[in-house]
Structure formats: structure tokens, C-alpha cells
């Protein structure tokens, strides 16, 4: 490497990649390396013992950021309230992650004097185009250092080559080196067998935040969400902060089968990836708000809205969260949220989420104008009017083609 550094923060996560780039960036930039973990809640089985093996391989510190407020607050409540699904099945899980971390990257490089930020995603996937676009969102003086774009290991096999040649502990064998990403919001799987879309996940083996269906419990759980604005506030009429909330309903989720999806998805630079994603927590609040929605919001901002939840769950993906489109997209959806107030009931049952009844201050359903009866604020015989004139183009155009056609 021509380029020397003296001080390089890089994002550190414990696993096979970074775990080797520790000593990677000593041996090519005589750098001092700076490792920094961002806890988004992917649990204390995920951060004990980073700090120590950290420094024992070549880290002169650690700093774990705690990032899990910001990461529900300011990632996950603004997709749920924008119902922003990725290719009508992702929920964003690493996606909604990713720019917090980066962020957090940027503040400790810039505390530190660092002269570059370093990240172990692979120069196939999405999640380097995340971390780099925050980067220059917020440091665009720095430079990036991407180890798998210019480094002479080829595989995660001549990784964990690399690690035994230099002692370097890992939490993987080559057996059973899944890739994961886990936070508070999701855990995926990728590659190995799940690399053939041919192939039934093995999902006794393969899940950690719940069980299957079919080892789902043989009675339904209930639950009642209650959303404000549209961030949801209460689970079973206990107010809770976001962070407590989705951890309480990943547990009563999972137990239910809740949020398991097998995908393959379009990755930004272009190719099919095949992943199994658990998202129990995530699915129940993006179901329980979308069906509050249905009361509280008109047709046309509803429909509109639709648009605009498929256009951010495309750049939510692509890393573009700190972009003037994504700002403005936002505060319209925060707009609109100003109206989704209330309770939704659930019924939970082997992996299927059930509506149970739903009530808001600000509904706009009136049970006495959508009755089939006679009501006073509807007369029926208005419809033909409005049908005529709506149907107009349509009648004059048979009209004409009855006369062109004799």
C-alpha cells in the first residue's frame, strides 16, 4: 500500500472480517487502528469480549457507541410510520442500522484526529455503499478504507486462513460460518446452503429469535399497541419507551412464530442475494400500523402515501438517508402521521398476525354513513348523477365507435 495513515477508525463487530482487519491495516499503513462497535442492540452475547480481544489483536481502543435510542427513534419509527418495505417483503433490518453506525464512526474519527474510517463489507454487498455514503454525508474529507476491494484474500476461507496464521480468535469454524447481522430490529442469514434458492432453509438449525410455526403454541396470544402520531407508545396499555417496546415484542413474537421470510432480493449493485431474515418485533408494529392507517387517513394521502413508503424502502436500502429526497419524503409522512392515534388488538397465532378490532380518537370511519341502510348524511339516489358524469368519457366513446362501426 503506497498510502500511509497514522490513525485509521475502523468499524469493529468482532466477526471474521474485522476481526482480521485489526491486523491487516498494521501490516499495510503502519497505522495506529481505533476500533469502534456500535450497540444496536444486537445483545451482550454480540459486544462481551470485543473490547479485550480488540486490544489483544493490535487495537490501541475500543469504544462501544451506544446507538440503540437513536437507531429506533430516528431509523426504525420513520419506516414504520412510511410502511417502508423493501421489494414487498424486507424490513430494512440492516439497512435501517447501518447509517447510525457510520455516523457514530464519524464523530469518534473526528475526536480522535483520525485521518481515515475503515469497514469490512465486501465490495459486493449494500452495506459498503451505506457506510461510505454517511461518511461523506457528514466527513467528506476523510478517505475510506475498504479492505475487500483491495486486499489479496479472495474467500472467507482464506480469511480464517489468515486468523489461524496470526492466532486470531474467531466465533466461526468453517463449518458453520453463516453470515449474520443481528441488531435490535432484525437478525439475517446468509450463505452456505442458503446460497442455492433451490434449497429449504433449515430453520430448527438456522433460528435464534423464535421457533417455526409449527412449534408455535396451540392457544392465541393477544396484544394491544397503541401508536401516537404514529410511533407506537404502549404495548398492553403499559406506556414503554421504543427501545423496551420491540425488545418485549421480538420475545412474544418469536414464541409465535412471528416474522420469519426467506428472500432473494435485488442487491443496489445488481444481483440476486438469497437471505433468511427473523423480524418478529417488526412485523407485528409495520402490521398493527398499517392497519391503524386504514381508520385514520383519507383515501388519496393514503393511496399517495403508498408511493412515497415504495420510494423510500428503495433509498432507505441504497444508503441514501442523508440526502436532501429522503428529508423531504420524511416530513411528508411526518405529516400525515399527525392523525394515527389509537389502539390496535392482535391475535398472535403460529406465525400468523390476525386483526382483532382497532379504535382512534381521530378515526374516519362513520358506521352510520358505510351502513347498508337508509342514513341522513347519505342519499343514495346522488350516485347517478356522479356515475353519469364520471362515466361520460366511457359512454361517448362507445357511442362513436357504435357509428364509425356501422
Excluded at 117 to 127: M, V
Excluded at 141 to 153: C, F, K, N, Q, Y
Excluded at 204 to 222: C, F, N, R, S
Aim: hydrophobic share 35%; aromatic share 8%; net charge negative.
Amino acid at each position: 500500500m503506497e498510502k500511509k495513515y497514522k490513525k485509521v477508525v475502523l468499524a469493529y463487530s468482532g466477526g471474521l472480517d474485522t476481526s482480521i482487519i485489526i491486523a491487516w491495516l498494521k501490516e499495510n499503513y503502519g497505522c495506529e487502528v481505533i476500533a469502534v462497535a456500535g450497540d444496536v442492540g444486537q445483545g451482550p452475547e454480540e459486544l462481551e469480549g470485543l473490547e479485550e480481544k480488540a486490544l489483544a489483536t493490535g487495537a490501541s481502543k475500543y469504544y462501544c457507541a451506544d446507538c440503540k435510542k437513536e437507531f429506533v427513534y430516528d431509523f426504525i419509527f420513520p419506516a414504520i410510520k412510511a410502511n417502508a418495505i423493501y421489494e414487498n417483503k424486507y424490513l430494512l433490518g440492516t439497512s435501517l442500522a447501518r447509517p447510525i453506525i457510520a455516523k457514530k464512526l464519524v464523530e469518534i474519527a473526528k475526536a480522535e484526529g483520525a485521518d481515515a474510517i475503515c469497514h469490512g463489507c465486501t465490495g459486493k454487498g449494500n452495506d459498503q455503499v451505506r457506510f461510505e455514503l454517511t461518511i461523506k454525508a457528514f466527513a467528506p474529507e476523510l478517505d475510506i478504507i475498504a479492505p475487500w476491494r483491495v486486499w489479496e484474500l479472495k474467500s472467507r476461507e482464506d480469511e480464517i486462513e489468515y486468523a489461524e496464521a496470526r492466532n486470531i480468535p474467531l466465533k466461526i469454524n468453517r463449518e458453520t460460518n453463516y453470515s449474520k447481522d443481528k441488531n435490535l430490529w432484525h437478525l439475517s442469514h446468509e450463505g452456505l446452503d442458503l446460497e442455492n434458492p433451490a434449497n429449504e432453509p433449515d430453520y430448527d438449525k438456522i433460528l435464534e429469535l423464535g421457533v417455526t410455526p409449527e412449534k408455535a403454541p396451540d392457544t392465541p396470544t393477544y396484544i394491544t399497541l397503541t401508536f401516537k402520531n404514529g410511533e407506537p407508545v404502549a404495548l398492553n396499555g403499559e406506556e414503554m419507551n421504543g427501545v423496551t417496546l420491540i425488545q418485549k415484542l421480538n420475545k412474544i413474537g418469536g414464541a409465535n412464530g412471528i416474522g420469519v421470510m426467506d428472500m432473494v432480493e435485488n442487491r443496489l449493485v445488481g444481483m440476486k442475494s438469497r437471505g433468511v431474515y427473523e423480524t418478529p418485533g417488526g412485523t407485528i408494529l409495520y402490521k398493527a400500523h398499517a392497519d391503524l392507517e386504514e381508520i385514520c387517513l383519507d383515501k388519496e394521502t393514503q393511496h399517495f402515501k403508498q408511493t412515497v413508503g415504495l420510494k423510500l424502502a428503495d433509498i432507505l436500502y441504497n444508503g441514501q438517508w442523508y440526502t436532501p429526497l429522503t428529508k423531504a419524503l420524511l416530513a411528508f409522512v411526518d405529516e400525515t402521521q399527525k392523525s394515527v392515534n389509537g389502539d390496535v388488538k392482535l391475535k398472535l397465532y403460529k406465525g400468523n398476525i390476525i386483526e382483532a378490532g382497532m379504535t382512534s380518537p381521530d378515526t374516519l370511519y362513520s358506521e352510520q354513513t358505510a351502513s347498508f341502510g337508509e342514513d341522513e348524511d347519505y342519499n343514495q339516489m346522488d350516485s347517478q348523477g356522479f356515475i353519469n358524469l364520471y362515466g361520460l368519457p366511457i359512454k361517448v366513446k362507445a357511442l362513436l365507435d357504435q357509428k364509425r362501426n356501422k
